[in-house]
């Protein structure tokens, strides 16, 4: 990991710098999937399912049976651990219902919304070296609460043409009705043209390698939305001389280990501290299975010292990091002066993995410095605010010289001649 050590203002546009990619050759390679899935459907899906995944596809829709199968290949405790992680993600994700309320702005003009779900919408499950079967729960668990009709999931099959059965569980558990052995560029193409097997949605979510982030982007210029752009995981844990050094060095190779392109940032207030996670992620960095990946995140890591605190999270702010651990003692303090985050745990024990599996929260979160601008997945990810308007004649009165001269100040008569003929039909 890179030690950075008192950097001035002026040099932490370096600092928050991401790991960048030449996606030129990229974008070309995803263009031409993504077109030969529109003109050709389910035949060029499989192609690429044979292609890319090694896997001869006779169908692509998950059956019933095949979901029995993967119920008696998941353990009694993964089930219960994926049934407790719902329900909490379910409770959290309850507590967001919008209920708008009937504004009267002036005498005769009332103005309300109404929260409307998107009838359909698009899950992508990544399922190679890390299966994610929480996501499935992040994913599914908002849309059925929001009301979404149709929630369509696809995910790669393995060589022998078979879904993780966590990944078909969790599925289940969540309310996923449309399961389809689909991946890569193939599943983002399928479910933003449609095929004969797999429906056109109007949301795609979900994250995916780069192949996928870059087919999302695509599609979303002309065929459906997407829930964010995206870019790797990235963590930034900021600690003071009373951390404890084994958490951090633990919560920073949680997220290093998801792949060579992401970033974990360490900033803390002591020079001790920061010597003290650095030798104890060597220590822990040795006994992990995916020690490799890991080490090469760690290549465009940083561990930076700073002054004081409030440099601490301004230089976090400045970041807008993905996740954000405050593992100091003035955690509550310093949350209170978080702008920029895609999801804050505050204290030693809130791990960022609490966050990806079970706390309640969503894990689908805004990378690449978009927490600027973007909110993670939560329930109105899903919905649309549909606005209603209701003008009497009292509403004419109070509002109608004033839509008038604003047509008339704007050269749009027809505007304006709509309004007009209603003040005169007062007049009669």
Request: net charge negative.
């Amino acid at each position: 990991m890179n030690i950075i050590k008192y950097p001035a203002k002026e040099d932490w546009k370096e600092i928050v710098k991401r790991p960048h990619l030449d996606l030129s050759q990229l974008n070309t390679t995803v263009e031409a999937v993504l077109g030969d899935v529109k003109n050709h459907g389910d035949a060029a899906v499989k192609r690429y399912e044979e292609k890319f995944d090694h896997a001869h596809l006779d169908h692509l829709a998950v059956t019933e049976e095949e979901i029995k199968e993967a119920e008696q290949l998941v353990s009694s405790e993964l089930r219960h651990s994926i049934e407790l992680a719902h329900h909490n993600i379910a409770a959290f994700h309850e507590a967001q219902k919008f209920t708008g309320s009937k504004i009267e702005t002036v005498k005769g003009v009332t103005c309300w919304q109404k929260s409307v779900p998107i009838e359909k919408v698009g899950l992508y499950i990544p399922g190679g070296t890390a299966p994610l079967f929480s996501t499935v729960l992040m994913l599914a668990t908002p849309a059925k609460i929001a009301g979404c009709k149709d929630i369509v999931l696809c995910s790669p099959p393995n060589s022998e043409s078979k879904l993780n059965p966590a990944i078909l569980v969790a599925a289940k558990i969540a309310g996923v009705n449309k399961i389809f052995k689909c991946g890569g560029v193939q599943a983002i193409g399928a479910m933003a043209y449609g095929t004969e097997s797999i429906p056109k949605v109007y949301k795609i979510f979900g994250p995916g390698n780069q192949y996928v982030m870059a087919a999302k982007q695509q599609v979303s210029l002309h065929e459906v939305a997407i829930d964010m752009p995206a870019g790797p995981s990235e963590v930034c844990v900021i600690a003071d001389e009373n951390s404890n050094p084994t958490f951090v060095a633990a919560d920073l190779l949680s997220q290093a280990e998801h792949g060579i392109d992401s970033q974990v940032i360490l900033i803390t207030t002591s020079e001790d501290m920061l010597n003290k996670v650095k030798d104890e992620v060597n220590v822990q960095l040795a006994q992990l299975p995916r020690c490799e990946i890991a080490a090469k995140t760690l290549e465009n890591s940083q561990l930076v010292l700073v002054h004081d605190s409030q440099e601490a999270i301004d230089l976090s702010n400045t970041y807008a990091p993905e996740h954000l651990i405050l593992a100091t003692d003035n955690y509550e303090e310093l949350a209170n002066k978080v702008i920029n985050a895609g999801s804050v745990f505050m204290g030693k024990y809130a791990c960022e993995s609490a966050g990806d599996y079970a706390s309640g929260t969503n894990h689908t979160l805004p990378t690449h410095q978009y927490a600027l601008a973007y909110s993670g997945v939560n329930l109105d990810t899903y919905n649309r605010k549909v606005t209603f308007q209701h003008l009497t004649e009292d509403g004419i009165r109070s509002i109608g010289k004033a839509v008038v001269c604003m047509a008339e100040g704007e050269q749009l008569e027809a505007h304006a001649n709509a309004m007009r003929v209603r003040i005169q039909s007062l007049k009669k």
